[in-house]
Each structure stands twice: as C-alpha cells, then as structure tokens.
C-alpha cells in the first residue's frame, strides 16, 4: 500500500497567535504612562514576545472616553492594513491576566551594525537640513541655544505622516519609531487616536503641505471605499471607535484626498508633542 499523504502543518498567523494563544507576563514596561506588560504568547507550538496593554491599566484623558485606549490601538491597526503599508505590528483586542485589553506583537530593534546609519531623527546646526533631512522646526537645546530638528527624507515616513493624519495621531513621537531587524519601520502606541476634534500633533511635520504621493492618494482612495458604510471594515471600526469618530475618519480621508497635500499645523493645538522623544 501506498503510504498515506503527509498533511504539512499549518502555519499559524500573527493574529491567531496573538488572539488564542496563551498570554504570560514576563515583566512590565516602565517607562510607560499606562500599564504596559512586556509578555511571551503560546499557540499550537509557537510563541512569540507580545506587548499586553490591559484597560484596567489606564489613566483616563480628558478628552477621551474612559477605557477607550486598547480599542483605538487596534482601530489604528485596522487602518494600517487596510492602506496596504504594514506599518503597525499585529494588534489585538482580546482577554489576559487583567482583563480586556490590547496585545500586539513584540518589534525587535536592529543590532548595533544594522543600526549605522538608521537613524530617523537628529538635531543639526544651522538653519536648513542637509540632503535627505526633512525640517521640522527649532528646538530649545540648553544654555540659550537652539538646534534644528530634522527627521528623515523616508518613503516610510512619509507614509507614516499620511497614516497619522488618518487617524488624527495626537502623540507621534520619536520613541514610538521602531526600526526592525528586517529592514521594516514599524511605528506603536496608537491610543490617542481617532478623536472627533483636530488632535494632530507630531514630529513628522516636514512634508507639511507638500503634494501627496501618487501611492498615497491611491491608498487613500481604497480606503475611502472601504470605509463606506455596510463594508467590512466600517463594520469593523464600529465595534472600536464611535459613530461621530468614524464620520471624522471619512472627512480626514476624503479632506485629504481634495486637497491633494500632507496636513498643516492647524495652529489651534500644539503641533509638536512633548517630550518630543
């Protein structure tokens, strides 16, 4: 007889892992403002490191619901992909140790050779950024002295910039680049986010008013059908952020796609987030 046909594995995705697996807390992120638990998560033999964010573990905001973070962080997730750009690690919203709240993929930085020459930011002398800098603004170094604050001339930042203005990031700062082994720019911390009001403040100001991309506008495009109401992914948003929220997120969208321009400062809200890093 013939032996049988061996079936291979199947693979397991970022996101069943993360959404099934088992989740244990290995230590805690403390340099963060809300709860943040560094973790290792388990399904069907493999593992991966992973961020848990629980919502009990965060400190309410004025100007957005009680509770509402984790939801906002998967929210931004959603939109990521469904631009086609990858630019936010696999997040979820699921049940843990402390209850409801968001996990997402653990991003693991370059080794010291990997990192020569990655840099995104930096503070330089003068008043105009050298070739392949973006300026962003002067800053306040010490001792009555200030610098430039540049960011890099990148594709990936750039659609990071167009990103943010989507889902009205109010809290893009340096720390939250993250540079990856593989070459990828992931981008993190996505909680305050989709608010109905003009939040938008970021260090990604150097395209400000510039013609978008051709690649921009057609993502942009996509993702204004897709937002249409009865399709999956509306269906999906409604289940993380309010009505009002998602109206604001087509009005973003479809302001953008008018314009034909990255964002301006609107100069009714601090443009810049601080600390800036």
Not at 57 to 85: C, H, I, K, N
Not at 169 to 193: E, F, M, Q, S, W
Request: hydrophobic letters at 40%; glycine letters at 10%; charged letters at 25%.
């Amino acid at each position: 007889m013939p032996a049988p046909e061996r079936i291979p594995p199947r693979s397991v995705t970022p996101h069943e892992l993360l959404a099934l697996g088992e989740l244990t807390v290995r230590g805690r992120v403390r340099e963060a403002s809300n709860a943040v638990l560094y973790c290792t998560v388990a399904h069907e033999g493999v593992s991966a490191a992973c961020v848990y964010k629980p919502v009990a573990g965060e400190r309410p905001l004025w100007d957005f619901p009680d509770g509402t973070l984790a939801q906002r962080e998967v929210a931004a997730y959603e939109l990521s992909e469904a631009m086609g750009w990858g630019l936010i690690p696999p997040t979820v919203l699921r049940d843990g140790p402390y209850g409801e709240g968001m996990c997402q993929l653990w991003i693991e930085g370059p080794d010291e050779e990997q990192a020569v020459g990655a840099e995104l930011l930096a503070l330089v002398e003068g008043e105009e950024p050298g070739p392949g800098w973006k300026a962003v603004g002067f800053a306040e170094v010490g001792e009555d002295r200030t610098a430039l604050l540049v960011h890099a001339d990148d594709v990936r930042l750039r659609r990071l910039a167009v990103l943010d203005a989507v889902i009205n990031n109010g809290d893009r700062k340096g720390g939250h680049l993250l540079p990856a082994a593989d070459g990828r720019l992931y981008a993190i911390d996505h909680g305050v986010t989709f608010n109905a009001d003009d939040k938008l403040r970021t260090l990604l100001w150097g395209w400000a008013g510039e013609p978008l991309t051709e690649e921009a506008l057609e993502a942009l495009r996509r993702l204004s059908a897709d937002l249409a109401e009865g399709c999956p992914l509306a269906a999906r948003l409604a289940e993380l952020i309010t009505p009002v929220e998602i109206e604001a997120l087509r009005e973003r969208v479809a302001d953008l796609l008018r314009t034909g321009r990255h964002r301006e400062p609107s100069g009714q809200w601090p443009a810049i987030p601080w600390p800036p890093v």
